[in-house]
Structure formats: C-alpha cells, structure tokens
C-alpha cells in the first residue's frame, strides 16, 4: 500500500495578493507586503501558500486576464523578488503554489494580439473564431447562445475580420483553444518553468472548461444534463492526463494539484483524482457554495442547513475510498463565510469558530483565505458606486440599465453575494486603512476593522486565530483527522451538524449547535466522560446539562 499523500495532514493558504498587504504605499497589495507577513502565517502553522495571479495583466479581472505568464507585474514586485519571497517560504517550511489561468488570457497577451490580426496569422487557432449565425430573417449574430459568466454573450465580434471570439468569462478573457495541441505544449512548458523555479504547484483556474463542445445546440441538454456545452467537455480527462505527463510525471518533490471546477459532480471529481488515473490531487467543487442561490449567484436563498449536510456528507462518502477533494467555505470569489453562514455581530466568534470546525474535521485537504482567520465579515456596502469587482459592476448594469429590474433589489443581492465582500484589504491593526497601506487603498478597508483586525483578535482570550491554529495542529498531528472514516449523524436536524470521524478503534465526534438558541443533544449524553480535545467556549455558562449546546457551540470529543 501506498503511503498516504503528504496533503492528507496539509492546511492550505489562499493570499489575494492585491488585498493582503502593502508595502509600497500605492495602495494595492505586493510581494513586499506578503513577505513581511509571512510570520503571520506560520504562526497559523499552514503548509501550503497559494498566490492568486500575480503575473502581468491589464487587471480587468484582477489578474485573472493574464498577459504574460512568464513575469511578475510590477504592480506586485519582479521575479528577483518573487525568488527572495519563495526561499523565504521554503525557509519557514511552507510550499508555495501559483494560480494557472490557462482557460483564457488577457486580450492584451501577445498571442491574442496575433491572433486577432488576421484569419491566416498563426496564432489565428489558437482562439476560438467563428463566423456570425445568421438567422433565418438575415439578421446575423454571435455562433451560439453561450452567455458569459460576467454578463452578456460570451461571443465578441472583432470588426477587423468580422468574426466571432468566445469568451466565457469578460470580453478581456478571450478563451484558449485546448484543441490545438501547440497551445497545450506552450502551456505545459510554461508551468514546467516555473516549477523548476522552485514554485510546489498549481491551482488550475477553470480547468473542467478547457475542453469544449461549439457544436452543442443552444440549450439542448448533453450527456450530464446541464445544457452547458463548455463544461467537462469530451477531451477533459485526456488533458489532464497528458498534463500530468508532460509536466508532474518524474519529478519527485512533493507537488500539489488542485483543479477548480464549477460543475464537477462526485463521480467526476473522483475520476479527476484517483491517483491511478494521474490527473489531479483534489478538485474545487461548488455545490455547497450554491445552494443557498436562486436564480442566478445574486438572488440569495434562506441557509437551509439540512441540504448543506446532504451534499457535503454526499461528497464524503462519494470520495471516502478512491480520490480527495478540497475543504472550503470562503475564497475571493465568495462572500464572508461568518455573515453567509453565521451570525456576524453577536456570535461572530463563535459562528466563525464553529464553522472552521466542522469544516476543517471533514475529510479533504482544508483551505483557509485571507482573514478568515481573523474573523472577517462581509462589507457594510451603501451603494453601488463601491463595487470594484467586473462580475458585480456588469451585473448590475445588465441587470438595472438593460432588463429594467428595482435597482434596490439588484443592489441587495450584490450586497450580500458580491466577491467584493472577499477583496477588501486584510485586517491588520486598527491603524488607518487597518494597517494594510499608508497610502489610499484600492478598495476601502471594511469599516468594522477598527475593533476586527489581527492585532486585537490575537490578544483576545477568544481569538479566532488561536482556534484555527488548533484545528491545523490537529490536522499534523491526528491520522483520524487526516483520514478517519466520516459519519454523518442526524442528517435531518435543522439546527445540529454532527459527525464522527473514526480511524483504527479510535473516533472523534464533532457537534455544532448552527443557531443562536441553545440547543439540547441527547447523543452528547453518551460522550460525557470523554476527552474534549477542542471546543469554543460555551456562552451558556458553566452549570448547564453537559448535553446541552449554547448558541453556536461547538464540541470535539475523542474516544479511544
Ligand atoms: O472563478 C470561476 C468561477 O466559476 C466563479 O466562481 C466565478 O468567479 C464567478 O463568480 C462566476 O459567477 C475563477 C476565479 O476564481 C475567478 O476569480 C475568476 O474571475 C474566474 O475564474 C475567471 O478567471
């Protein structure tokens, strides 16, 4: 048997550089301002630090538009500095992963300039072109009904040669073509320089969208029955395979591989990461981040925690023998998780202290983002000039100026949803712009920084950052952490979340009170007796019933 992978005991680190720290004074995070923070990170004790991109880019998606991919943006320092910061890393015993977005480029990036200059340039395949639709009235438009993530056809027509390119997320990001195999080489020498730099990885954006089907009719359903035919197209599994080959296969230091794939399902995701299969380590799936959405990502639903348990218990057990998939609850993509899922004013240590529990004592390998260490919340927007994010700024605009909708009501579904939430500046202290800059801050600092910020949380007796450190204490240290059987218990309970985890005669239970009333557990009757090896802080008070729960406590038992 083959040992277990060294990320079955590794925490995860994501840094949204441009919101982390500033050591510049231009107001936009940098190299200089992570690694004057690295402290702060191995305090937390996490394994693994993932950068957001950082290379050159017109930043019409923070980076996410990549021009060139062999360079840091001077925005966030140089490759020298990039160098100073990866041995500062490895020195404090952390690995460092790089964000791959190679789904699409900026339209600034050399290739996409050469390929939009004519229909016979080189490059002209390495984009997807196509010639207008022209309907049955003669009226023309783009090759197919494909929407764009942010709003609006995902089709542009370039008036130079009057054709069509796809763009799945802005018109900036115009999408790879993967089925010309010099772009997939191009690829794979890219990312093979840069691990032999020295970078531990890659978390691949968007990677289940390289593979597509253009001959997919409009809305028809496919074979998985999404009626999207850009997602896990029939070449998938191929790539990743062939990627794994031309740029994983042979090296033998510990690498790490995580796939983001919107709309992956179980039995995908341990396809991509049966270890047999050489694809991938882990996947990033997005069913418990949707499920409190209704018609699109801003249209927010009541948190049901019944059908939050059902997919995420789903998702254990689909992967409980072959493959491994990622834990998280928060990204820069994703509101905070303390105001989505918690209580952020009364409970707000306790809700953010409960969820990093549970979620952390699932099987899969945990992430953590920026701040949520330290308790952030979402961001007490006022109006929506204050949106900086190209997803929020267009969907409102298409939403209020294009489809006529209450712009009140477009506005609150932003408030509560918008990345933005995600991309203020990190926490520090209560200084001005809460220590993240001396000069003026890209986006403001979240107003509440002045009693939330690092500083005060790590000199409080209940300091969320001291509970994350346990909870990645006890992923090195306890294998049934790192990989005990999970059991789901009470799946029906709309207010409890509870589990065991169980490894070689030993078990862990996990018990969340997810409420602000106090909560009676008849099972914690029988584990009285037992070790509690973690838990924060009942509000309750010490002479209540021992099965009883206060609002939003948590409790981890061990027996042996
Ligand atoms: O996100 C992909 C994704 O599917 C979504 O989370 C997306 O951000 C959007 O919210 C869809 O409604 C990745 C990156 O994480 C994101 O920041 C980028 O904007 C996107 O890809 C494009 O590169």
Redesign the pocket.
Known sequence: DEPPAWWTRAVVYQIYPRSFADSDGDGIGDLGGIRSRLDHLADLGVDVLWL?PIYPSPQH??G??ISDYEDIDPLFGSLEEFDALLAEAHDRGMKLVM?L?V??TSDEHPWFVESRSSTDNPKRDWYWWRAPRVAEDGTSGPPNDWRS??SGPAWTLDERTGEYYLH???RQ?PDLNWENQDVREAVYAMMNRWLDRGVDGFRM??INLISKRLEHIDGEDDERGTGLGFIMGPRLHEFMQEMHEAVFAGRDRELLTVG?M?GVDVDEARLFTDPARRELDMVFQ?EHVSLDQGE??FDPQPFDLVALKESLGRWQEGLADVGWNSLYLN????PRLVSRFGDDEEYRYESATLWVTVLHLHRGTPFVYQGEEIGMTNVPFVSVDEFRD??SVNYYREKVEEEGRPAAEVFEGLRRMS?DNARTPVQWDDSPHAGFTTGEPWIPANPRYVTINAEADRASDRSVFAHYQRLVTMRHEDPVVALGDFEMLEADHPRLYAFTRTLDGQQLLVAANVSGEPLDVPLLEGWGHHELVLSNDASLGADHPPSRLGPWEVRVYRSA
């Open positions: 957001s998606d923070n996410y538009d964000d977005v789904n699409h993530a942010f799945l997320f802005a990001q954006d968007v983001e919107p997005f699109d990502k990204n820069h993509d994703q190209v997803e990345r």
